[in-house]
């Protein structure tokens, strides 16, 4: 398969913070193949930007040709620093998303999940008709609420996804263990504290940072947006 160019550039990954670890007592060994070893930085790791630059292109390879042959996309990010950018990146690529809690058997009891979704769905079709009773309105808005802040970004994923994309593993461990259970290949950022052997395709970078989930992220939305363009091209 020949890779296309994506623009990455290790000034950008650098301003971006992309490379800045967590300290160093706090890391995962396993990790040690994703870290620049330097002995001017002693209380933290740095992570090798040359390895984040080439994942990343895979990883952006990956979602172009699953976006172009039409397969639905996951991403979660459910810690404060991601959830925002999460929303936006899922909504320019017309993805799914989870940025709040995960709720446990999202994936794996797919059946109990598609019955929520079809509750939410109705309760929001019978609030904008105006079907509601006036003394259950406030119960089943109160509902609604949560229905909308645990399942908003899936209300419109009718089946299981194909690609599963997380932003911070510590938080979404959960996730990721489903994912590992169903056989749903993942794409994951790993900071220096993480498990690469969790994600199908790794991504070492600052999973705490803002602007390093941003870059990331933006990233992979293009070649997803891309892939999509391409299918529409070439039906």
């Known amino acids: 398969m020949t890779r296309r160019y994506w623009n990455i550039k290790l000034k950008e990954l650098l301003a971006a913070r992309v490379h800045f670890?967590?300290?160093?007592?706090?890391?995962?060994?396993?990790?040690?193949?994703?870290?620049?070893?330097?002995?001017k930085r002693k209380d933290n790791h740095i992570t090798n930007l040359t390895r984040t630059a080439r994942f990343l292109a895979e990883a952006c390879d990956l979602v172009f040709y699953a976006a172009s042959g039409g397969n639905e996309f996951l991403i979660v990010g459910t810690t404060e620093e991601a959830a925002n950018s999460v929303v936006r990146a899922a909504i320019k690529a017309r993805c799914h998303y989870v940025n709040k809690k995960w709720l446990g058997g999202m994936l794996t009891n797919w059946p109990t999940t598609q019955a929520r979704l079809r509750e939410f769905r109705d309760l929001k079709r019978a609030q904008k008709t105006g079907e509601l009773r006036k003394r259950d309105a406030a119960i089943l808005k109160r509902k609604l609420s949560q229905l909308e802040k645990y399942l908003g970004g899936v209300q419109y994923m009718t089946r299981l996804p194909d690609i599963v994309i997380v932003v911070n593993q510590q938080a979404s461990v959960t996730a990721l263990r489903e994912c590992i259970t169903l056989g749903i290949p993942t794409i994951g950022l790993i900071d220096t504290n993480c498990d690469p052997d969790l994600v199908d395709l790794p991504i070492p970078a600052n999973d705490d940072s803002i602007r390093s989930i941003r870059l990331i992220l933006n990233k992979l939305v293009f070649a997803i947006c891309e892939g999509r363009s391409r299918s529409i091209r070439n039906p």
């Not at 670890?21 to 002995?39: D, E, L």
């Open 21 to 39: 670890g967590h300290r160093i007592k706090k890391w995962n060994p396993k990790m040690a193949p994703y870290i620049y070893i330097s002995k």
